[in-house]
């Protein structure tokens, strides 16, 4: 089955840094990748829709300044957490979907982000 | 406004006890279906999916329905155990194409103690 890899799977860093999280498609190539944001006990938020090779479309709400989204591969997208604050500190997942919408059912496993 | 209702919100039972979970949906047009099971701190498993022409899909004690003409659809565990203690959500897709996004409910958290 498609594999969706996300990394790192934790990460803490200091408020005013910034923090890089990529998420891979490993046998299958992603033309559309999700982000989400999950807060504790909340369903999954999503906050932006990148296609490769094209700039990603934000959710209402989301600073696209803030969380940058590269999709540069048919299999890599990056999201940076740019000057991150304590309240940016949550759960941020990634999925991805090939031209068929057949893989978009695979998550990557998380990433953890706490700033302080 | 498409939207996903998931109940129960929560819901605790003995090991080995069945449950129904439900969703109830209005996303229009509807493409598919899915459950998905996510522990604490991962990222969310695919159990079932299935599409407008789909009744019922297993998964080993996992058993999804849809009506969708009701728009409804329920998630049945058998002999429960341990590890189903999650976080189930259902999520309904539109077709492919377009601005295609998909709509999360809120899920279920199960509790199963021993």
């Known amino acids: 089955g498609a594999v969706v890899s996300q990394h790192p799977s934790r990460v803490i860093c200091k408020s005013g840094t910034s923090v890089k999280i990529e998420c891979r498609s490993l046998?299958?190539?992603?033309?559309?990748m999700f982000w989400y944001r999950q807060f504790p006990k909340q369903s999954l938020m999503l906050m932006a829709t990148s296609n490769e090779g094209s700039k990603a479309t934000y959710e209402q709400g989301v600073e696209k300044d803030k969380f940058l989204i590269n999709h540069a591969s048919l299999t890599l997208s990056t999201l940076t957490v740019t000057s991150a604050h304590p309240e940016d500190s949550s759960f941020y997942i990634c999925s991805a979907r090939d031209y068929y919408g057949y893989t978009e059912a695979f998550f990557g496993q998380g990433t953890r982000l706490t700033v302080v | 406004k498409n939207q996903v209702e998931q109940s129960p919100q929560s819901l605790i039972i003995l090991e080995g006890k069945n449950c129904t979970l439900q969703?109830?949906?209005?996303?229009?047009?509807?493409?598919?279906l899915r459950w998905y099971k996510q522990d604490t701190g991962r990222g969310p498993v695919s159990l079932t999916i299935m599409t407008f022409s789909e009744n019922t899909k297993s998964n080993g004690r996992y058993t999804a329905t849809l009506d969708a003409d009701t728009k409804q659809s329920s998630l049945h565990i058998t002999a429960s155990q341990l590890s189903d203690s999650a976080s189930y959500i259902c999520?309904?897709?539109?077709?492919?194409?377009?601005?295609?996004?998909?709509?999360f409910g809120r899920g279920t958290s199960l509790i199963v103690h021993p």
């Open positions: 046998d299958f190539q992603a033309t559309t």
């Open positions: 969703c109830n949906y209005t996303v229009s047009p509807f493409s598919n």
């Open positions: 999520v309904v897709s539109p077709p492919s194409g377009g601005s295609y996004i998909p709509t």
